[in-house]
């Protein structure tokens, strides 16, 4: 057999969980598929009570999913649901899958050999559940998966394999556990024993960090080892030394990053996958809409910094803040169901096409539900369902007017439409700064709330001395 142990095969090989959702949801919704049933089946790969070094969970993961790969019925899918478990798609009989699984058994109850001279201590488990005996959607077969790997009875499929564990380990700078990053923030894994992480975060300036706290029992500290937060109800300035603990309870706070920001941040209940996960999950959602619109991750950074200025302008509260910079990078998602036709066509829409593009806003809403169940995520979710509303009603898609329409999301319109005006499009050509300025001062009390146009030509000035490329 010819192997291939190439990152770029892996990861080509590989899908996102939004793929996944998508297939699973065609399916259901088609009831007379060819595939009357299908299963999915979790793996989880754990290292287990001693810390593995980098380098080495890299080999170790890169032979796993390579065999996984190479001797995968051709109907079987994969998709990454946190850096150490993945998700298998197998749709019709379990005849077929079963004699796999046995086979991925059976190459890893000699994983000691193969790993003879390194110092690892691994434990593979599986959950399986079936369409649809186990459930009646996405979410529901999810859950359960979950809950059928966290229960005490769930099938292991290898011992643990104990090889001289070294107590003490030393990582060189640079060396992390994992890591994942957005443009806005990266986390690097330095350490984990047990239920204890201690991680490196970088954060850009001028963004939003919420801290919460969490299940009984949990303690958080953030150490900021370099940079200025601010925190505008106790109007506190951190600086470098400076630290905030949680502890459990409901009670969440907002803080402003004043400046490029690097905290250490060290927590009893482990957060790491679960955070590489959502990120991951946003980046996906974003750079399926940037597939067909290349234009759109940049426009969506820009969304995020004049939206804030806005925001601010308006006196807005660091919470109402956060949920509008997660709305505007996501406030386009919904577009990921419209044609690429549609939104590349350089000519004006139809009127059947215009129905099928208004319908973004909802296709929006609706995969953030699926997608993120958090509380602040159902007020992001609004926000994009009401971004292309009107102040005077005549906007879609429910015809809200004046105050009915969230202050965040009457924000959004005024920044996307300008944003949309000084930027080429495949439709338009793009407009002077004079000119689009001009036309969202005509559109003022129509088209725009009256207070956020004004607050926004201030933002709009604030934006310009701090960034020179319009």
């Given at each position: ?11 080509t ?8 959702y998508?297939?699973?949801?065609h399916?259901?919704n088609?009831n007379?598929n ?10 989880s ?5 001693i810390e ?8 170790i ?20 649901f946190e850096?150490d ?12 899958r ?22 690892i ?8 559940v ?12 999810l859950?359960?998966?979950v ?9 292991h ?11 003490i ?16 923030t ?5 350490a ?6 201690i ?7 001028e ?6 706290g969490?299940k ?10 370099d940079?200025?937060?601010?925190y ?9 030394g ?14 402003k ?13 482990p957060?790491?996958a679960?955070?590489q ?39 807005l509260?660091e ?13 386009d ?8 036709t549609?939104?590349q ?13 208004k ?7 609706e ?8 509380e ?10 009401q ?5 005077n009603?005549?906007g ?8 009915q ?11 996307d439409?300008y944003?949309?005006?000084i ?21 003022k009390?129509?088209?725009?709330c009256?207070?956020v ?8 000035k604030i ?8």
């Open positions: 057999m010819n192997t291939n142990n190439s990152p770029k095969n892996i990861e090989s590989i899908n996102n969980m939004y793929s996944l998508e297939k699973v949801k399916i259901i088609k007379k060819e595939e009357s049933s299908f299963s999915l089946t979790l793996f790969f754990e290292f287990d009570d593995t070094n980098y380098s080495t969970y890299l080999d993961s890169k032979k796993i999913l390579s065999f996984i790969i190479e001797n995968k019925p051709k109907k079987v899918s994969l998709f990454n850096k478990k993945i998700i298998i798609f197998a749709p019709g009989s379990g005849t077929e079963q004699k796999f699984f046995k086979k991925v058994l059976n190459k890893y109850t000699n994983i000691s050999d193969i790993f003879v001279d390194k110092n201590v691994l434990k593979i488990k599986k959950s399986e079936e369409w649809p005996r186990d459930g009646d959607n996405f979410d529901q077969l859950s359960k998966l809950d059928k790997l966290d229960e005490n009875n769930c099938n499929l290898a011992s643990k394999f104990n090889i001289n564990s070294n107590n380990m030393i990582n060189k700078s640079g060396e992390y556990l994992n890591n994942v990053k957005k443009t806005s990266q986390l690097y894994l330095i984990k024993n047990n239920n204890l992480e991680i490196k975060q970088n954060i850009i300036a963004k939003s960090l919420q801290i919460r969490g009984p029992g949990n303690f958080e500290l953030f150490y900021i080892l940079g200025k937060i601010s505008a109800e106790g109007e506190k300035i951190l600086n470098a400076d630290s905030i603990t949680a502890r459990c309870g409901k009670e969440e706070k907002y803080f990053t004043l400046t490029e920001v690097t905290l250490l941040y060290i927590t009893s209940n957060i790491f679960s955070e996960k959502r990120i991951n999950e946003l980046l996906a959602l974003n750079n399926k809409i940037a597939e067909t619109d290349h234009e759109t991750n940049q426009h969506c950074n820009r969304l995020q910094k004049l939206s804030r200025l806005t925001a601010e302008e308006m006196g509260e919470k109402r803040i956060f949920n509008l910079g997660f709305a505007s990078f996501l406030h998602i919904g577009k990921v169901k419209v044609p690429a549609l939104l066509k350089p000519a004006k829409l139809t009127k059947e096409e215009w129905k099928i593009m319908k973004h806003t909802e296709w929006g809403k995969i953030i539900l699926d997608n993120f169940s958090t602040y995520f159902d007020k992001i979710a609004e926000i994009i369902y971004h292309h509303e009107r102040y009603g005549e879609y898609p429910q015809g809200l007017k004046g105050n329409i969230l202050i965040e999301a009457r924000i959004l319109s005024v920044v439409a944003d949309a005006m930027y080429e499009r495949p439709y338009q050509k793009a407009l002077t700064r004079e000119a689009a300025l001009a036309e969202i001062k005509s559109e009390g129509k088209q725009f009256p207070d146009v004004d607050a926004f030509f201030k933002a709009e934006y310009q001395q701090r960034n020179h490329d319009i």
